[in-house]
């Protein structure tokens, strides 16, 4: 099944301690981003990759460090995670970035930080 | 600057049909698309326009002006799975490079 996987789902951490959300796809897509969607403010992207090793930030990068070492994965890395990052994030994907293809969603990831 | 705007809330009946609006301000405008998201849930793709005019697809359609700046949604014989909300997306084209601007989304209630 063509799908983007997200882990862990649900993540409850403390100030400062380091965590990683791994984001995988199976379609071979060029694209990648991370979102991150807050009530009342919609999806900001945080970091997107439009291939291997080549990753760009998005609107809200500060705090989060992205890498692409393989075309199907594509962590997010929060260094020193914040009660500020405390939201819903999702990995999407698409074929390129450059054509009118639809971004497909993971299925997210809540991320509380104390 | 960019800015996408949408009604934060609408109410409508089962059955019926009902019409979420989006207008935007961009610059190297290069599409629109309309996502569904479930409470909890991704978002996941209803539609794109990139050419003025109406694109059916079911019980959904996408309208699209852009010497206006707007778009609509249209949903008809609406049924109490359509409450979701309704994301608005331009696909812009900045600086060498195709960035998608999100609205903040519109949560549609379907009552009996």
């Not at chain 1, 760009?56 to 020193?80: A, H, Q, T």
Request: charged share 20%; aromatic share 12%; proline share 5%.
């Amino acid at each position: 099944e063509a799908q983007v996987t997200q882990n862990p789902r649900y993540l409850i951490t403390v100030t400062g301690k380091k965590l990683t959300v791994t984001c995988s796809q199976n379609m071979n897509h060029e694209y990648m981003s991370w979102y991150r969607q807050d009530p009342g403010l919609g999806l900001r992207q945080i970091y997107y990759s439009m291939n291997v090793e080549v990753t760009d930030k998005g609107d809200v990068p500060e705090g989060y460090k992205v890498s692409r070492k393989e075309k199907r994965n594509f962590p997010l890395i929060l260094e020193s995670p914040s009660p500020n990052q405390t939201s819903l994030y999702f990995c999407a994907s698409s074929p390129r970035q450059g054509y009118p293809y639809e971004q497909y969603f993971g299925p997210g990831t809540r991320l509380t930080v104390t | 600057g960019q800015n996408i705007d949408q009604p934060t809330e609408m109410t409508a009946t089962e059955g019926a049909i009902v019409q979420i609006n989006c207008t935007y301000q961009t610059s190297g405008f290069n599409g629109l698309f309309w996502y569904q998201q479930h409470a909890g849930e991704a978002p996941t793709f209803l539609s794109y326009n990139v050419l003025d005019g109406l694109e059916e697809k079911g019980r959904f359609s996408s309208f699209l002006s852009r010497s206006k700046g707007y778009s609509y949604l249209l949903l008809k014989e609406l049924q109490m799975k359509d409450s979701a909300s309704y994301l608005c997306a331009v696909r812009a084209n900045m600086d060498s490079n195709y960035q998608l601007i999100w609205g903040a989304g519109t949560k549609l209630i379907i009552k009996p």
